[in-house]
């Protein structure tokens, strides 16, 4: 039987390595009162492809960044390394 060659997708381009893009964002304690509730809804409407769960209720939100000029910066993670938006999010 002849072995078949493994056929691998390309690593993803972009700053997935670098640093991120929320670390110089410092939290404004009554922007972020004003603004968390908008955006833990918002968040809610979001849902993983593969299972009926939205992203904030499956965990993967892990801090969300509001700054003094209402700057909202989402620190997160993915379900899978090499999720089809994954330099659609890194972008914005």
């Not at 039987?1 to 404004?28: C, E, F, N, R, Y």
């Not at 009926?52 to 700057?71: F, M, W």
């Not at 999720?83 to 914005?92: I, T």
């Amino acid at each position: 039987m002849k072995p078949l060659p493994v056929i691998q997708p390309p690593p993803p381009k972009g700053p997935a390595s670098g640093p991120l893009a929320t670390a110089d964002m410092i939290t404004d304690p009554e922007q972020s009162a004003a603004l968390k509730t908008l955006i833990v809804r918002a968040l809610s409407a979001v849902y993983d492809p593969e299972i009926p769960v939205n992203i904030y209720e499956l965990g993967l939100i892990y801090d969300i960044i509001v700054d003094a000029s209402s700057r909202v910066g989402i620190r997160m993670s993915l379900t899978a390394p090499l999720v089809l938006r994954r330099s659609f999010c890194q972008g914005r």
